[in-house]
Each structure stands twice: as C-alpha cells, then as structure tokens.
C-alpha cells in the first residue's frame, strides 16, 4: 500500500499540470471568426477608368488611355500530353478604380514604399455624408469627439459618376479645416468612394502659404504627413450601420510609384 500511495502522489501533481498545460493552450488559440467582411474593390476591366472618371474628365486632363491587358496564352508539350494556359501583361491607370495615393502624387514626399506596411490597417470609423452639398463641405464636427488617433477614416458621399460623355464629375469633401483636424490627429489613413478627395467645381480660396496647399489642401494635409488616401472606393454604404470594425488595405509596393489600385476589405467583428 504505502508503493501505491508513492506513486499516487507523484502522479497527481504530473496529471494537474498536464491538465494546466492543455487549458492554458486552448485559452490561448486564436479565434480568427469575423460577424463579415465587406469587400471595398471592383472588379478591374479595361474600360474601368472611364466608367469612373467619366471620358469627358479624363479628355480635359490627357489621359487618353484605359487599361490594356495584354494575354499571351501558351501551351507546352510533354511526353504524356500537354498543358495550356496564359500569362499577361496588365497596364493599368493607377488611379482608375480603387486605389490608394502616395505623397508623390502631390509631390510632397515619397512613394508607395515610403509608407510602413502599419499604415494600411486599423480600426474603422465611416460617415454618411452624402447629404452635404458639393464641393468642400464636410465641416470637422462630423469627426469631433467620434474619431481618435490612429483610426481609419472613410466618407460615404453617394459618388455618381459621370453618365454622358459630355458630363464631368462632382464631389463632396471635407473642408481643409476638417483635413487639417483629422491629420494632426493624427488619423492613419482617409478614404472616399468619391472620385477625389479633391472638388472640381469648389472656388472657394483656401488662404495658405503654398501653391500646392491652396491647389490641392485636402490632398496636401493628409499626403505631407505620410497619411495615406483612398479614392473610389466601393461598397461604403453597406458599412453606415456596422461598428467595431478592422480595415486593411494594403497595395503592392511600388518603388517610388504615386498610386495604384488596391482591393480593400472592411472586416467587421462578433
């Protein structure tokens, strides 16, 4: 009996922390388990640039060109059959779509790979403004006490594009009072389903020190701080009733590339 008893006392502490040892390793699994993720891109065709900036926009600033997808389809031969298939060449207009815009777009610094791989995910905050007149409207009280340091920002404006090929596009936007707020937050990045973060038709003189400012204040206040903008975007509307959100939008690492289209996802969490 008293060999029995030994051995009952070793094993009891040997069995409590095998069974610690498992508990603690299911506790600490991780749960990868999203209520949804909503998709923020489209669908890239040759034709896409136009049916977003409209023909008659696109003619005004000289770009003449859409996409052009270049197919060159092959087959190779074996002793046992053959196999066929493609690779391509894409030229794309970078800012056509959904897409992001680097410093250098603006010329106030850097390309895509000056951006750290951090700046292209985080938590979510998305305003309806689509009620706002066109032009520089969106005052930064529709942000205040609603938005914090290292969110994601995006505007849902109910963008339409163009529909004739005379018809050029409008857009809503922030007033540079509401960029300037929201970069020296400092937000980690903007975005829009509009087609710029820009206005078109908005005269109104935006008193700075700069050409570059008062040509271009909304992209400038984010842009010169390494904040990255998106333009374009998709599917914004469906996030107005969602909280508690994760966005990620990471591009393809272009050295010193201005832009390029990018296919962002809201994941929104249990």
């Known amino acids: 009996m008293k060999y029995q008893f030994r051995h009952r006392k070793i094993l009891l ?31 890239v065709t040759e034709d896409l640039p136009e049916k977003i900036w409209g023909k008659a926009l696109m003619n005004q600033l000289g770009f003449e060109k859409n996409n052009e997808f270049d197919i060159r389809e092959w087959e190779f031969k074996t002793k046992d059959g053959k196999v066929t298939g493609s690779n391509a060449y894409y030229t794309l207009f970078n ?7 680097a410093p250098n777009h603006i010329d106030v610094g850097g390309g895509l790979d000056s951006y750290s791989i951090d700046n292209f995910i985080g938590p979510l905050k998305v305003f309806d403004v689509s009620k706002f007149s066109n032009g520089r409207t969106i005052t930064k009280e529709i942000f205040q006490d609603k938005v914090i340091p290292g969110d994601v920002v995006l505007i849902f404006t109910g963008y339409s594009p163009p529909k004739s090929k005379d018809e050029l596009p409008t857009t809503i936007t922030l007033t540079y009072k509401a960029s300037e707020y929201l970069a020296k937050l400092p937000i980690r990045a903007f975005g829009t389903d ?24 909304i992209h400038h206040s984010f842009l010169s701080r390494g904040i990255p903008v998106y333009e374009q975007l998709f599917n914004i509307e469906q996030l107005l009733d969602k909280s508690n959100m994760i966005f990620c939008g990471v591009p393809i690492n272009i050295k010193n590339g201005d832009g390029i289209l990018v296919r962002p996802v809201a994941i929104v969490l249990k």
């Open 95 to 101: 800012h056509g779509g959904p897409h992001i815009d």
């Open 194 to 217: 509009a087609l710029s973060v820009a206005s078109l038709t908005d005269t109104t003189s935006v008193v700075a020190e700069t050409d570059i400012i008062r040509a271009a204040p």
């Open 13 to 43: 502490p040997i069995a409590f922390a095998i069974i610690c040892a498992c508990t603690t390793k299911k506790s600490d699994e991780f749960k990868y388990n999203p209520k949804e993720i909503i998709d923020l891109g489209t669908v």
